[in-house]
């Protein structure tokens, strides 16, 4: 079983829709969680940390469910901006190492 | 635009060629990381330095040869590659350990011919 693991899409979606996307990590001893986003030929960047109370920025919201170990990215009112691969990384308490999942596409479509 | 930037962009050597890829970092960080990226596989780590450092090897093949002189510069010295070494590899710099962001630079597509 792939350490971290995404549905790799894509999603095309129309402009205004809202979109989810999960992600299941398999280390119960996960400790930090985030979402990076990759736009195409672009490096990752960093999007929203995913904190246990779940947390929001703008149109943005990522929940953490330690007990069935997945987190989720929630975008409403989507934008053609947002079109990029949305990577799910997991880090492990006290190591260095962020282990990223392939990436969910998204496409916003006009 | 980030703080670390990555030489060459783009890179295409033969097999028997002796390259090496550095990354800057202009955020005073004291980590950095070098990673693979191969089309449909997630983001592989090779290494990772911090304060110089290196604390962390991924078992990768020898002829990729890690150097960090000092806390704003890692170079990743290149011989003998195959094809299947070709990919994007991104360098990345964080304040401290795995749980801080980390900023990637803009990358090195690598050809292996």
Excluded at chain 1, 7 to 30: K, L, R, W
Excluded at chain 1, 35 to 48: H, I
Aim: aromatic share 10%; glycine share 6%; hydrophobic share 30%.
């Amino acid at each position: 079983r792939k350490e971290v693991e995404q549905d790799p899409g894509p999603f095309n979606v129309p402009e205004g829709a809202t979109v989810a996307f999960n992600c299941t990590y398999s280390n119960s001893a996960s400790q930090s969680f985030f979402w990076y986003r990759q736009d195409c030929r672009k490096e990752p960047k960093l999007l929203m940390s995913v904190y246990s109370s779940g947390n929001e920025d703008g149109r943005f919201t990522a929940q953490l469910n330690r007990a069935s170990q997945y987190i989720s990215l929630l975008i409403r009112d989507s934008k053609l901006s947002d079109s990029a691969t949305y990577l799910c990384v997991v880090n492990y308490f006290g190591n260095e190492k962020l282990t990223f999942g392939t990436g969910t596409r998204l496409t916003i479509i006009p | 635009e980030t703080g670390v930037t990555q030489t060459p962009r783009h890179l295409v050597m033969g097999m028997t060629n002796k390259k090496s890829l550095k990354c800057e970092q202009h955020l005073g960080h004291n980590a950095m990381y070098w990673y693979k990226q191969s089309a449909k596989k997630p983001l592989e780590l090779m290494f990772v330095y911090s304060l110089e450092e290196r604390v962390e090897n991924n078992s990768v093949p020898s002829r990729f040869s890690p150097e960090c002189p000092n806390s704003s510069h890692l170079f990743l010295h290149l011989h003998t590659l195959q094809p299947e070494d070709s990919a994007l590899y991104l360098c990345a710099s964080s304040q401290g350990g795995g749980v801080d962001t980390q900023y990637f630079g803009p990358g090195t597509r690598l050809t292996v011919l």
